[in-house]
T-cell receptor, first 112, second 115 residues
């Protein structure tokens, strides 16, 4: 079945450093890849997404890259701040948009 | 900004009882979803619903689960005979659907505790 692998499970960085989270997906029919930030007890919040016809997208300190051939995509956060500390989930959605599979999550700690 | 709303925020139920979780999707959205998140784990897809029928469901969504859109605004998830392992946060989401790659909007979730 479809699967999304996410690494690392935990990431600790110093404030101001960059953080990179990587995901791979198995379903080659996936065409939409959102990233969510989830704080404790809260809903997943969309922070950035990328469509399959695009290789890279940037929004201020956040960027996402997609390699469709290798079936992997990555989240890059630059100049990290303590408020970036949260759990980050990658996800992949199939064509038609009926099913989204989430990665296992990365717990990011940003130390002040 | 319009939001997906879910009620109740916390539901405590005895094992074996039926439970109904309620969601009001964003009004002009056409696609509706339920997800489950066991404490400390990932978000798991349960079911998607479009045009008054289930579009896709996961292996978690067995005969104990059902969904319904009883009127023009509500979208419900029913668990017929709850088990301890059904304890989780349940998120509803909706998507407008004009294009297949539009984002989903999540509600705040219902925390279901089975005793």
């Amino acid at each position: 079945g479809e699967n999304v692998e996410q690494h690392p499970s935990t990431l600790s960085v110093q404030e101001g450093d960059s953080a990179v989270i990587k995901c791979t997906y198995s379903d080659s029919a996936s065409n939409y890849f959102p990233w969510y930030k989830q704080e404790l007890g809260k809903r997943p919040q969309l922070i950035i997404d990328i469509r399959s016809n695009v290789g890279e997208k940037k929004d201020q300190r956040i960027a996402v890259t997609l390699n469709k051939t290798a079936k992997h995509f990555s989240l890059h956060i630059t100049e990290t701040q303590p408020e970036d500390s949260a759990v980050y989930f990658c996800a992949a959605r199939n064509t038609g948009g009926f099913k989204t599979i989430f990665g296992a999550g990365t717990r990011l700690f940003v130390k002040a | 900004e319009p939001e997906v709303t879910q009620t109740p925020s916390h539901q405590v139920t005895q094992m074996g009882q039926e439970v109904i979780l309620r969601c009001v999707p964003i009004s002009n959205h056409l696609y509706f979803y339920w997800y489950r998140q066991i404490l400390g784990q990932k978000v798991e897809f349960l079911v998607s619903f479009y045009n008054n029928e289930i579009s896709e469901k996961s292996e978690i969504f067995d005969d104990q689960f059902s969904v319904e859109r009883p009127d023009g605004s509500n979208f419900t998830l029913k668990i017929r005979s709850t088990k301890l392992e059904d304890s989780a946060m349940y998120f509803c989401a909706s998507r407008q659907g004009l294009r297949s790659n539009q984002p989903q909007h999540f509600g705040d979730g219902t925390r279901l505790s089975i005793l």
